[in-house]
Structure formats: structure tokens, C-alpha cells
């Protein structure tokens, strides 16, 4: 009987090997990709959002802080969503018939709430709280850039679980003055290394091995 | 065990190849059936803000019943929570004036207490210059001038608290606009808490000072004016002022 393989096919079985470690290492690097994309994590995905409200005009051009309408941010786990009321504050008397705001004038004249799409959405098996990170120095901008910029907000940050932990176990790479919270333009630089770890122990923030259990945000 | 593609029978290799189809179809069966679901992602309970298919107005942060007081937040207090005095008169006469622009503006408040309820103190203070920052300056301005922001931009400029109407306003009347708004101005009670606001007076009064150093302005506590209770105990939860 004729040999049912050719010499060759011990150099095809070879490089068959070979292409299946590179296929399955390039299928992986590929996965780790695609699951850090845009597309899965939602990041520097613009919504389209019921009113045309834009943090540019609000907070970059008109100054008005961040907690006149995220009011619960020092003081809850959820910053809070501002009020129709909150609004009307202003827009009663000056835009105040622009067709713009026509849904902020329904929303108040029927006594329902203006229904946001959420931008920023963890999966509920995670635990987060605004207060304590305001409390112990992160920044607005650390985690959701610079939203003075933003005629429409978008995620700036995967929100995956390794970007939480990068800053868990080093947030002395991250952490400002309590002065500085709200500061749009704050960049990393501004406060020197050994300044950071100084402040890192007057804001009494724990130890890494406490800040990485798995607890603090899966409980 | 390592087998060379020579050794193989082509029978036994059909045999294992469709094990293999059978079970990487099984994996893929499995994982697009896991990565459909999304249970632990979106679980069954109440997310802040979270829509709910319950309540026929889809909020599932629900206004207390009317009638009940939550624990804790009696007010009874009702100097520290209204800034007037005891059985306010609401027929009580007013002195009014009519300004340049036609308009009438009052001039005395005789419902409104002339005493702190809370212990001035410089926390307080300092406390009442951060929240002016966040909740005022945008119309008021820096040091109450009534030049702010959102003025510019053509909002019905307020008046300015240096004349002397308003540095001889007694301090329950500043907490009175505060809480119910006054003319064009809202209220603000649903996103300030009762301390906060008498800690934005106090700040009031010392710009006001701040403006007329030789001035004498009454800064004075009643004597059973407890401590500020302070940012802690400002348990607002952006729904109800208290």
C-alpha cells in the first residue's frame, strides 16, 4: 500500500502546531480587545438624551458648580439628578421659551419626571458610593474627565473592574486637595509624588490589601 | 499523549473530529447562553432612579404618605425650621415702598425672628461661604452685589444686600427667601438642608459686614441656640428639604 502521507506532512503537523498556539494567543489578545471596547463598555458613547442639555454651557461657560444640581455627591452613594424644579430655577425667566426646553416645561407642568438615559451604568452586582471618594480626594474629573468640555456627556473611563482596582491599590497617584474636588482643570501633575503620599495619609485613606478585597465592592 | 498525524486511522479520527464538533458546538451553546443573561447585571430591586413597573408613575422612590413625619424629622422647632417667630400673624401689616421701577418692595418683617437658632460660630460660617459658592454666587455674585453669571446672561437682576433695607432685615427673613424663594426668586429648600441655610445667613452677614466694617450688625444667637448640628446630620436625600 502506497504511503497515505507524504513526507511533508510532518512539517504541515509542525507549522499546524505552530499557527494553532499563534491563532489561539492572537484569538485571546483579540477577546481581551474586544471586551475592553468601546463597544462592549459603553465608553465615549454619546446618548441621545431627552432634553439637549449641555454641561459646556452650564459648567464651562455660566460657572455653575457641579453639586447646584448633583446635590447628593458629598453625601450619598448616587450623586443625584437634578430636580425639574432645579432647572426652572432659571429657565422660568431667561430661555424661557425656547422650543429647546419644551420637555423641561412639560415635565414641570405635569408634575413627571424628565426621563435621562444613564451614561454611566455599573452592573448591580457592584457596590459604588460618590460620597467616600469625594470625601478622600478623587476628583470629578479623575473618573469622568472633563465634563466642562462635554456638550453631551460620555463615559471618559471603561468603569471595568481593572480600572477600579488601578487606582485601589496606588490611589496616591490619583488623589488632590478637598479644595481642588470640583476644579475641572485640575491635572495630575499639579501636586508632587511625596506630596500625594503626605495626603494620602491625612485623608486616612486604608491600606491596599483592604481596598482590593474582593467586599468593598461586591457585597 | 502525543500521537503522530501516521499513526491516526482515518476512521478513529472522524470519530474523535466529531466529538470535538459536538463539544466546542456544546461550549458555544453554553457561553452565548450565559452571555444572554444579564440576572446579576440587572437584578430585581430598586437602583437609585431605576424606572418601576410597579407604581403606575414609574418612580420607585416613592413621596412619604400624607400626614406621616418620618422618624427623626419632627421639626418642631420652628424657628430653626421656618425662621419666624411663634404664631406667626399672616394679616400682619407690612411697610412697603414703591422703587424707581414702579415695583413695591417690602421693607419691615415682623414674623421673622432677629436671632440666630443656631451657635454662630467660624465653622458655621465657613461652612455657609461654601455653600453661598455653590448655590448663590451664580445670581448674587461674589459678595452679594447681585451681578452673578446667570444675571449677565439675562435673569432679572437681584437686589444688592449692602443697602440698607437688607442689612437691617432681621436674619429669620434671609432664611424665609432661602426656604420659599421671594418675587422671581425659587426656593431652595428641596436641595438645602435647614443648617445650611442658616450657615448661608451667617455668611450673608458677614459680607454685609465685610462691606460696611464700621457697621453694627446684629450676629447674636438666642441663648438657647444649640451648636449647628452641622453637614453630618444633614441627612437630605434630594427628595424632601428638611
Same mark, same amino acid.
Given at each position: 500500500?502506497?504511503?497515505?502521507?507524504?513526507?511533508?506532512?510532518?512539517?504541515?503537523?509542525?507549522?499546524?502546531?505552530?499557527?494553532?498556539?499563534?491563532?489561539?494567543?492572537?484569538?485571546?489578545?483579540?477577546?481581551?480587545?474586544?471586551?475592553?471596547?468601546?463597544?462592549?463598555?459603553?465608553?465615549?458613547?454619546?446618548?441621545?438624551?431627552?432634553?439637549?442639555?449641555?454641561?459646556?454651557?452650564?459648567?464651562?461657560?455660566?460657572?455653575?458648580?457641579?453639586?447646584?444640581?448633583?446635590?447628593?455627591?458629598?453625601?450619598?452613594?448616587?450623586?443625584?439628578?437634578?430636580?425639574?424644579?432645579?432647572?426652572?430655577?432659571?429657565?422660568?425667566?431667561?430661555?424661557?421659551?425656547?422650543?429647546?426646553?419644551?420637555?423641561?416645561?412639560?415635565?414641570?407642568?405635569?408634575?413627571?419626571?424628565?426621563?435621562?438615559?444613564?451614561?454611566?451604568?455599573?452592573?448591580?452586582?457592584?457596590?459604588?458610593?460618590?460620597?467616600?471618594?469625594?470625601?478622600?480626594?478623587?476628583?470629578?474629573?479623575?473618573?469622568?474627565?472633563?465634563?466642562?468640555?462635554?456638550?453631551?456627556?460620555?463615559?471618559?473611563?471603561?468603569?471595568?473592574?481593572? /480600572?477600579?482596582?488601578?487606582?485601589?491599590?496606588?490611589?496616591?497617584?490619583?488623589?488632590?486637595?478637598?479644595?481642588?474636588?470640583?476644579?475641572?482643570? /485640575?491635572?495630575?501633575?499639579?501636586?508632587?509624588?511625596?506630596?500625594?503620599?503626605?495626603?494620602?495619609?491625612?485623608?486616612?485613606?486604608?491600606?491596599?490589601?483592604?481596598?482590593?478585597?474582593?467586599?468593598?465592592?461586591?457585597? | 499523549?502525543?500521537?503522530?498525524?501516521?499513526?491516526?486511522?482515518?476512521?478513529?479520527?472522524?470519530?474523535?473530529?466529531?466529538?470535538?464538533?459536538?463539544?466546542?458546538?456544546?461550549?458555544?451553546?453554553?457561553?452565548?447562553?450565559?452571555?444572554?443573561?444579564?440576572?446579576?447585571?440587572?437584578?430585581?430591586?430598586?437602583?437609585?432612579?431605576?424606572?418601576?413597573?410597579?407604581?403606575?408613575?414609574?418612580?420607585?422612590?416613592?413621596?412619604?404618605?400624607?400626614?406621616?413625619? +418620618?422618624?427623626?424629622?419632627?421639626?418642631?422647632?420652628?424657628?430653626?425650621?421656618?425662621?419666624?417667630?411663634?404664631?406667626?400673624?399672616?394679616?400682619?401689616?407690612?411697610?412697603?415702598?414703591?422703587?424707581?421701577?414702579?415695583? #413695591?418692595?417690602?421693607?419691615?418683617?415682623?414674623?421673622?425672628?432677629?436671632?440666630?437658632?443656631?451657635?454662630?460660630?467660624?465653622?458655621?460660617?465657613?461652612?455657609?461661604?461654601?455653600?453661598?459658592?455653590?448655590?448663590?454666587?451664580?445670581?448674587?455674585?461674589?459678595?452679594? +452685589?447681585?451681578?452673578?453669571?446667570?444675571?449677565?446672561?439675562?435673569?432679572?437682576?437681584?437686589? #444688592?444686600?449692602?443697602?440698607?433695607?437688607?442689612?437691617?432685615?432681621?436674619?429669620?427673613?434671609?432664611?424665609?427667601?432661602? #426656604?420659599?424663594?421671594?418675587?422671581?426668586?425659587?426656593?431652595?429648600?428641596?436641595?438645602?438642608?435647614?443648617?445650611?441655610?442658616?450657615?448661608?445667613?451667617?455668611?450673608?452677614?458677614?459680607?454685609?459686614?465685610?462691606?460696611?466694617?464700621?457697621?453694627?450688625?446684629?450676629?447674636?444667637a438666642s441663648p438657647s441656640a444649640a451648636p449647628s448640628p452641622g453637614p453630618a446630620a444633614n441627612n437630605n436625600t434630594g427628595g424632601g428639604g428638611n
Open positions: 500500500m502506497a504511503q497515505f502521507f507524504s513526507k511533508s506532512a510532518n512539517n504541515i503537523a509542525r507549522i499546524s502546531m505552530l499557527a494553532g498556539v499563534v491563532l489561539a494567543g492572537t484569538a485571546f489578545f483579540v477577546y481581551t480587545q474586544v471586551a475592553r471596547s468601546s463597544y462592549l463598555t459603553g465608553r465615549y458613547v454619546e446618548r441621545q438624551q431627552p432634553v439637549q442639555f449641555s454641561h459646556k454651557h452650564h459648567v464651562g461657560d455660566d460657572g455653575i458648580d457641579c453639586r447646584y444640581c448633583h446635590t447628593t455627591v458629598e453625601t450619598t452613594a448616587s450623586a443625584g439628578m437634578p430636580s425639574t424644579q432645579t432647572c426652572m430655577n432659571c429657565h422660568s425667566q431667561i430661555w424661557a421659551d425656547s422650543p429647546y426646553l419644551e420637555p423641561v416645561r412639560a415635565s414641570f407642568r405635569d408634575n413627571r419626571p424628565i426621563e435621562w438615559e444613564r451614561v454611566h451604568d455599573l452592573p448591580e452586582f457592584a457596590y459604588f458610593n460618590h460620597s467616600i471618594h469625594v470625601a478622600k480626594g478623587v476628583g470629578c474629573s479623575t473618573c469622568h474627565g472633563q465634563i466642562d468640555n462635554m456638550p453631551s456627556v460620555f463615559q471618559e473611563n471603561t468603569l471595568q473592574m481593572e /480600572w477600579c482596582l488601578a487606582c485601589h491599590r496606588e490611589p496616591e497617584k490619583f488623589i488632590r486637595p478637598k479644595s481642588e474636588i470640583y476644579n475641572m482643570q /485640575w491635572q495630575d501633575g499639579d501636586l508632587s509624588a511625596a506630596e500625594r503620599v503626605d495626603l494620602k495619609a491625612k485623608n486616612k485613606i486604608r491600606s491596599k490589601e483592604m481596598m482590593t478585597s474582593c467586599s468593598v465592592c461586591h457585597r | 499523549m502525543f500521537l503522530s498525524s501516521r499513526q491516526w486511522t482515518v476512521d478513529s479520527g472522524r470519530r474523535r473530529k466529531s466529538l470535538y464538533c459536538l463539544l466546542s458546538v456544546a461550549v458555544c451553546l453554553l457561553a452565548a447562553g450565559c452571555g444572554v443573561r444579564f440576572d446579576m447585571q440587572d437584578q430585581p430591586r430598586y437602583k437609585v432612579y431605576k424606572k418601576s413597573e410597579f407604581f403606575s408613575d414609574g418612580l420607585s422612590s416613592r413621596d412619604l404618605p400624607a400626614g406621616t413625619v +418620618a422618624r427623626g424629622l419632627l421639626k418642631a422647632d420652628k424657628a430653626l425650621y421656618t425662621g419666624k417667630i411663634d404664631n406667626p400673624n399672616p394679616n400682619v401689616q407690612v411697610e412697603t415702598t414703591t422703587n424707581a421701577a414702579g415695583n #413695591t418692595i417690602v421693607t419691615s418683617f415682623p414674623n421673622a425672628i432677629d436671632e440666630f437658632p443656631v451657635a454662630v460660630t467660624k465653622e458655621l460660617i465657613d461652612r455657609g461661604q461654601d455653600r453661598y459658592n455653590i448655590y448663590c454666587i451664580v445670581c448674587h455674585g461674589p459678595v452679594g +452685589a447681585g451681578d452673578g453669571m446667570i444675571v449677565r446672561r439675562g435673569f432679572g437682576a437681584p437686589p #444688592t444686600y449692602h443697602d440698607d433695607r437688607l442689612r437691617n432685615a432681621p436674619v429669620g427673613h434671609f432664611f424665609d427667601v432661602i #426656604t420659599n424663594g421671594w418675587g422671581k426668586m425659587n426656593g431652595y429648600a428641596a436641595s438645602i438642608s435647614a443648617a445650611d441655610r442658616w450657615a448661608i445667613v451667617a455668611y450673608i452677614r458677614a459680607l454685609q459686614l465685610s462691606q460696611n466694617p464700621d457697621e453694627n450688625l446684629k450676629m447674636n
